[in-house]
């Protein structure tokens, strides 16, 4: 079960309406599929999710994965992972130079590997990973629209729809985050209500709007203020602040959340395989969070179902697991995964049992949005 050949694709995906957030409206996502085929033929499938960054940059860096790579057999994922960080940054990914930048492009070959060698050996790579302690993995209801009268409308269809957990944007205009929230908590009645203002307040506007907020019953504020301003802010917010804080974007490898639970500044972690650079870093993280009484959110990127059914497969076996996990495939005009049916069935979608990831992929989707890529629709930001 060597590696036989590594492909990389650029794709653009339109999402069915613009993504309104606290960075402006985008009108779709580029991704980056990768395919690790073996010596006997099995391919596996990931994707790297640039997100803010440059694809271009990120498929770069990729390219590099071949010269590690190739020949090498695929049983050995957390070496090759090594060897990749190792030969572009000079050191583990544990403690490397420049994590973050690694981790996000690195991740999409680690998904692939995993998936090749659980289509290999015929298991799903949660019983690679130990087995699973969850049947089904919970998602909350991720509201969209640009209006109050949008926004408001979404979530309440959104909990009409059985999702127990509502999460809003925020961000905008302190007078627009008002009445979105008020808006919002009207229509979903009871259910537990979520903001992310996206690292757009500073701290003293943070601590002022938050409080203003705890009237509507927030159950968390995630990432208010910039990653930048590391622990002391998000600890400042905790000790100031009723509602309970998440930290995201501050926390992308185990050192940066080891410090942050142990500053006891968040209440919960908000991470995903793209930041955390794959599945093994995802539960480093989780472990670390576990010690503190931490429970972890799935975050989503820019993504296909690809990342959805791999961040099921890491999440299954993980006991401080969050119930209102971040999915964002269902944005897409058209997923690339063909199977499972993803759409969450009130809130949940079940651990997938077929070998490798679980899913299956369509081509014909693929070979649209490579086209799509090729044609110069890139990501707008306006």
Request: hydrophobic fraction near 45%; charge should be negative; include cysteine.
């Amino acid at each position: 079960m060597k590696i036989k050949d590594i492909r990389f694709t650029p794709l653009f995906s339109k999402f069915k309406t613009p993504y309104v957030w606290a960075m402006g409206k985008n009108l779709g996502q580029t991704t980056i599929l990768v395919e690790i085929e073996t010596d006997a033929g099995v391919v596996g499938y990931g994707e790297t999710a640039p997100t803010m960054t440059s694809p271009e940059a990120i498929q770069t860096l990729l390219l590099t994965a071949k010269t590690v790579l190739l020949g090498q057999p695929i049983t050995q994922i957390i070496n090759l992972m090594k060897q990749l960080f190792t030969q572009n940054f000079g050191h583990h990914y544990a403690s490397q130079s420049h994590p973050r930048i690694g981790n996000i492009a690195f991740a999409g070959v680690e998904l692939a590997l995993w998936d090749a060698l659980g289509k290999s050996v015929g298991l799903p790579v949660h019983a690679l990973l130990g087995g699973k302690i969850h049947d089904t993995v919970s998602f909350m209801g991720f509201v969209q629209g640009d209006s109050t009268e949008e926004v408001a409308a979404h979530a309440g269809q959104l909990a009409q729809d059985g999702f127990e957990v509502i999460y809003l944007k925020a961000g905008y205009t302190n007078d627009k985050d008002m009445a979105n929230v008020e808006a919002v908590r009207k229509a979903i009645g009871n259910r537990r209500l979520r903001i992310d203002p996206n690292e757009a307040w500073d701290l003293m506007e943070a601590q002022v709007m938050i409080n203003k907020l705890a009237k509507y019953d927030l159950e968390m504020v995630e990432q208010p203020v910039s990653a930048i301003a590391g622990v002391p802010a998000l600890k400042a917010l905790k000790q100031s602040c009723s509602v309970p804080i998440a930290a995201d974007q501050s926390v992308f490898t185990p050192e940066e959340a080891h410090a942050m639970c142990s500053s006891g500044a968040a209440s919960l972690l908000t991470v995903g395989l793209h930041e955390t650079g794959g599945i093994l870093g995802f539960r480093r993280v989780a472990a670390i969070a576990q010690v503190f009484d931490i429970n972890v959110c799935i975050h989503g990127v820019w993504e296909t179902g690809i990342t959805t059914c791999a961040s099921i497969q890491a999440a299954s076996g993980v006991p401080n697991l969050d119930d209102g996990n971040q999915i964002m495939w269902q944005l897409l005009q058209e997923d690339i995964v063909e199977s499972p049916d993803l759409a969450p069935n009130v809130g949940k979608i079940p651990v997938m049992s077929a070998p490798g990831l679980g899913f299956t992929l369509n081509e014909d989707a693929v070979g649209r949005a490579a086209e799509a890529y090729d044609k110069k629709n890139g990501l707008e930001v306006t």
